[in-house]
């Protein structure tokens, strides 16, 4: 269970639960000269120590992790759907204290850290019953070739801050399910929750199987470079995922690359406005925009696109700001993304394109990173707002006429994560799927991975992949054998 011990300066603090937090190496809990405190993107204030590793840490992290390893992988199908069951129990034994640390560390509702907790054990779950088995590939009367999954070794977890808890069990489980043993680094935004998670997990895993170390891009650099490093996942920006490919080039790591999605919604002239404008405001405006998955360019045919704004004014209202229970919105997550979330809305000023909801600016001495949804009419193709990906509420709908013309701007090269189609056709919805460059497209929904679907960018967006079966091949080696009759 997690300490109820205080937390140095914060441990007095009577809004923070006593909490202290911790590197992970070799099973032990391992503390440090220096820390850093992360701010509640709600109130501005800080929050727990949160220990920094040091390159020591690391390197110690890397030995245990390959001694692990030796044993690890070959433990058998049995045992890790064992072991990854034990650390879904874990993690809903203990939904109260992650989901609080969560809720701090992001700025997300009680009920959306809830949410994120019990979606994270269920990846491991859901990997308790998908393994990937051996494959017949050829048969004859001279030869039977047969492909076998062979664990990579020891993988580095770099986390993003968004969805700190989600996004990384979907790489702790992938490894921990085809035999390897896996560092996580969680972002510096977002230390708490991931910590938490990794001691709780050490009462069900071998030590050196799952461990944690926490510190800034340093620290992740090292990871790259690391000769006792075999694997890296990344989800992030596209110039990190750009260098961390340089990086790994030099040892020829497996890489898995997660990264920007400007990912465009397309409303076809059929569409039900009724049912299509809820879930284009969920698809937006959830969590403030800050999901990589999110619609952040919306094409709505010509025919539909007043009725479409208006309704669509009317639905971001329904995302309160600063209140308590409004479960879906959030602050943006910390105060780097509000800054550049504000650049974009400067721009948009700046060139007078035409805000039709939000736009304001927060008072100086209003306390959390808060903007209003905002939705901007008909921006150029060439603004800033509709060729970078925002990551903020701040939405971009323009019109379209032709087919070839809507799907030829959907395909930025920064595009190529997800994409989302409404129309009650379904033919003409696969027909414009197939068109998309993107490696997920969602038919008459909002854009939200789904554990059992293979989950990858294309072009700027990524490479490799994780989430269902499929995903786990990203996770091993393919070794075949022939064997002869």
């Not at 993690?91 to 949410?115: A, C």
């Not at 059929?270 to 969920?282: E, G, H, W």
């Not at 499929?470 to 002869?484: D, N, P, S």
Request: net charge negative; charged share 25%.
């Amino acid at each position: 269970m997690p300490s109820a011990d205080a937390n140095g300066a914060n441990g007095t603090n009577g809004h923070l639960p006593a909490v202290q937090f911790f590197n992970v190496v070799d099973g032990k809990a391992r503390g440090s000269e220096d820390t850093h405190q992360v701010i509640d993107p709600r109130t501005e204030e800080p929050l727990w120590d949160a220990p920094i590793a040091t390159a020591q840490d690391l390197d110690d992290a890397v030995e245990a992790a390959n001694r692990a390893f030796k044993t690890w992988r070959r433990s058998t199908t049995a045992e890790r759907q064992k072991a990854v069951h034990d650390v879904a129990r874990c993690i809903l034994e203990n939904v109260d204290i992650l989901t609080e640390v969560q809720m701090r560390e992001t700025g997300k509702s009680r009920p959306m850290s809830k949410f994120d907790v019990e979606r994270a054990a269920w990846h491991f779950d859901y990997y308790k019953a998908v393994t990937l088995e051996d494959e017949l590939q050829y048969e004859d009367d001279t030869v039977r070739i047969i492909a076998t999954h062979v664990p990579i070794g020891v993988m580095a977890a770099i986390s993003p801050w968004n969805f700190p808890l989600i996004l990384s069990s979907i790489k702790v489980v992938s490894a921990l399910a085809t035999g390897n043993c896996v560092i996580i680094k969680p972002s510096p935004f977002t230390p708490y929750s991931l910590m938490k998670l990794c001691e709780l997990a050490q009462a069900v895993l071998p030590p050196g199987v799952f461990q944690v170390v926490n510190g800034g891009a340093d620290l992740g650099e090292r990871m790259t470079l690391h000769p006792g490093v075999h694997h890296i996942s990344f989800t992030g920006t596209i110039a990190v995922g750009q260098r961390i490919l340089r990086n790994c080039a030099g040892t020829l790591k497996k890489v898995v690359l997660e990264l920007a999605g400007n990912n465009a919604c397309i409303v076809c002239d059929d569409a039900d406005l009724d049912a299509v404008v809820p879930q284009v405001a969920i698809g937006s405006l959830f969590h403030a925009g800050q999901v990589c998955v999110a619609s952040k360019r919306v094409y709505v045919h010509e025919s539909l696109y007043d009725r479409f704004l208006d309704r669509l004014v009317d639905e971001s209202k329904k995302f309160a700001v600063d209140d308590e229970h409004s479960v879906a919105f959030s602050p943006l997550s910390n105060r780097a993304n509000y800054d550049r979330a504000l650049g974009f809305l400067e721009d948009c000023k700046k060139n007078g394109y035409k805000i039709v909801t939000g736009g304001e600016v927060r008072p100086k001495d209003a306390k959390g990173f808060w903007m209003a949804p905002t939705i901007v009419a008909k921006p150029p193709e060439d603004a800033l707002l509709v060729r970078e990906e925002q990551f903020a509420p701040i939405v971009p709908v323009m019109s379209w006429t032709e087919e070839d013309d809507v799907i030829a701007r959907a395909n930025l090269d920064n595009a190529g994560l997800g994409a989302s189609v409404y129309t009650p056709d379904l033919d003409r919805a696969r027909k414009i799927a197939a068109q998309l460059e993107s490696g997920t497209v969602w038919i008459n929904q909002f854009e939200r991975p789904h554990h059992a679907g293979f989950f990858g960018g294309w072009k700027l967006s990524g490479f490799g992949g994780e989430l269902g079966k499929q995903g786990l091949l990203h996770y091993c080696h393919t070794q075949t054998l022939q064997i002869a009759k």
